[in-house]
């Protein structure tokens, strides 16, 4: 096994979860190849998940969803990595906090990553696909919890 592709693979997966929680939105489009196709599977966007097809699809989800005055953490670990020439595919347990200040709300849950991989002309290793299907997800409004005090937004928009 090639320990350098696997470390390329694992920090294209890292770069593509920085990326999304610091909204830098053109190196998101980069962790994906044209043809990437998504599945986004979570209750809290609505129904059963979220289907996309082609990388611009999948960012514009995500700009959208995802955008200024939303916090997000994901943290993404255990990779399961498995490499056939320029292709892999790959299985890593995922956690994700959604902060909403907007809605007063924490959104948190879990899943497993399912993800494929390839290797483009450049030598890059992008996502030609991304999913997951979440084994938890749940809500909690702050409004409940006096306790609650968010103290730092970085998407703030100054008063």
Same mark, same amino acid.
């Given at each position: 096994? /090639?320990? *350098?592709?696997?470390? &390329?693979? @694992?920090?294209?997966?890292?770069?593509?979860?920085?990326?999304?929680? +610091?909204?830098?939105? /053109?190196? *998101?489009?980069?962790? !994906?190849?044209?043809?990437?196709?998504? /599945?986004? =599977?979570?209750?809290?966007?609505? =129904?059963?998940?979220? %289907?996309?097809?082609? @990388? /611009?699809?999948?960012?514009? !989800? +995500?700009? %959208?969803? +995802? =955008?200024?005055?939303?916090?997000?953490?994901?943290?993404?670990?255990?990779?399961?990595?498995?490499? $056939? =020439? $320029?292709?892999?595919?790959?299985?890593?347990?995922?956690?994700?906090? *959604?902060? *909403?200040? $907007?809605?007063?709300?924490?959104?948190?849950?879990?899943?497993? #990553?399912?993800?494929?991989?390839?290797? &483009?002309?450049?030598?890059?290793?992008?996502?030609?696909?991304?999913?997951?299907? @979440?084994? #938890?997800?749940?809500?909690?409004?702050?409004?409940?919890?006096?306790? !609650?005090?968010? +103290?730092?937004? @970085?998407?703030?928009?100054?008063?």
């Amino acid at each position: 096994m /090639d320990l *350098v592709v696997l470390e &390329e693979i @694992r920090r294209l997966k890292y770069r593509y979860l920085r990326a999304v929680d +610091l909204k830098q939105w /053109d190196e *998101v489009a980069d962790t !994906f190849t044209v043809d990437a196709t998504a /599945d986004y =599977g979570t209750h809290a966007v609505g =129904g059963d998940g979220k %289907k996309f097809e082609g @990388r /611009d699809a999948i960012v514009e !989800f +995500l700009t %959208k969803s +995802l =955008g200024n005055g939303i916090i997000t953490v994901h943290h993404a670990g255990q990779p399961e990595i498995e490499v $056939d =020439g $320029d292709t892999a595919t790959g299985r890593w347990a995922f956690t994700d906090k *959604v902060i *909403v200040p $907007d809605h007063k709300v924490i959104i948190e849950g879990a899943a497993f #990553y399912e993800d494929t991989y390839r290797r &483009e002309a450049d030598g890059a290793w992008r996502m030609s696909h991304i999913g997951y299907v @979440r084994t #938890y997800e749940s809500m909690l409004s702050w409004e409940g919890n006096p306790g !609650f005090r968010l +103290l730092a937004n @970085r998407w703030a928009v100054p008063a």
